[in-house]
């Protein structure tokens, strides 16, 4: 399921994966690992210019590329993602009523591009020239993000939270 929203696969994947190495099950890493590589590997050309559809709180172009960091090898992983993503153009949403609980996603999609943009820088090689404009974009989403936790409303508040400690404490990075 490639949606912004719950359904998303890559995004559930990407946690389980998470989980699965902290738990040391190799088994279900491996079983992950290959169902990641069967569903995305041979991807191409990610519309991301069609992102967001007007309430996500994820991104599938962006979900995908981290849940294949975590999957390949840094090598490998950059080949990949010139061919998925070959130009990463992004800048954060602009929620203009937070009291909305659809538009109230988009405060979420901040959040949760920074930590996978974070997520995505972490897997490339050292040298890697797509570095700075990644850490350039998760630092504005990051911004962004953050400072919609406030808690003022309720169609965020009692969720946005989560998205914010997955970012700040860089889980599965």
Request: proline share 5%; aromatic share 8%.
């Amino acid at each position: 399921m490639r949606s912004g929203e719950h359904s998303q696969t890559a995004f559930a994947l990407g946690l389980l994966i998470d989980a699965a190495h902290s738990s040391h099950d190799d088994a279900f890493v491996n079983l992950l690992t290959k169902k990641a590589r069967d569903f995305y590997a041979s991807d191409r050309n990610c519309p991301l210019a069609y992102e967001p559809s007007g309430e996500d709180f994820l991104s599938p172009c962006i979900a995908e590329a981290d849940v294949m960091r975590r999957v390949m090898k840094p090598a490998e992983y950059a080949t990949w993602l010139r061919a998925f993503l070959p130009a990463v153009t992004l800048l954060p949403e602009v929620v203009s009523d937070p009291g909305d609980p659809k538009l109230a996603h988009l405060d979420g999609l901040n959040l949760s591009r920074a930590w996978m943009l974070e997520g995505i820088a972490s897997g490339l090689p050292k040298g890697d020239a797509r570095l700075a404009a990644l850490r350039k974009s998760a630092a504005a989403h990051r911004n962004a993000g953050l400072a919609a936790v406030t808690g003022e409303h309720y169609e965020g508040g009692h969720w946005l939270g989560s998205f914010a400690v997955y970012l700040t404490t860089k889980r599965g990075l």
